[in-house]
């Protein structure tokens, strides 16, 4: 072989070597540039870990708009449990008021029983004494009661309009 033909053939395995190297070495740029930019990601997503993210072609951001709207959504959830919270505890005190009055109802039929069998006026007297007490006792837990289911017909209205607002809005972006 002569000279040339040997210098040309060196030129074209270095050529070839050299596009290799390029490769390999664009393909461990890339992959350091991957590195770089899964390491910002996690470190942004340590500082904010209930944002969602989203690559603007230079670096990580946060998606502002679906964030926003999160928080602004949240004020509105906590009243709407604490609502519905509240009507349950009210309902409660209805149900024991309740159970109180039927109590007295039941000791004011077992008194009158016992007074259509009572032969003493002292005795009577007495009785009526008791019949009397429970009645009163019967009316203060008709009371409560009542003002309980008062109660529970105000928390229920309590933020109505933004509850309906709200869920107004819901529909339209199910919608979409």
Do not use: A, C
């Amino acid at each position: 072989m002569d000279n040339e033909t040997v210098k040309t053939m060196v030129e074209q395995v270095v050529d070839v070597l050299d596009e290799r190297t390029v490769r390999k070495i664009g393909t461990s740029l890339r992959s350091s540039d991957d590195r770089r930019k899964e390491q910002e990601r996690r470190i942004l997503k340590d500082k904010h870990p209930h944002s969602s993210l989203k690559w603007n072609g230079q670096r990580w951001t946060i998606r502002q708009e679906e964030n926003e709207e999160t928080t602004d959504t949240l004020p509105l959830l906590q009243e709407i449990s604490l609502r519905t919270g509240s009507i349950g505890v009210f309902l409660l005190k209805v149900k024991r008021y309740g159970s109180e009055v039927d109590k007295g109802v039941t000791k004011l039929k077992s008194l009158s029983s016992r007074l259509n069998t009572v032969k003493d006026d002292k005795e009577r007297d007495k009785i009526q004494s008791e019949i009397v007490n429970t009645d009163s006792e019967v009316f203060h837990s008709l009371r409560k009661m009542i003002m309980y289911v008062g109660l529970v017909s105000g928390s229920g209205g309590v933020g109505g309009d933004r509850t309906y607002k709200l869920l107004k809005k819901m529909e339209t972006q199910i919608k979409k």
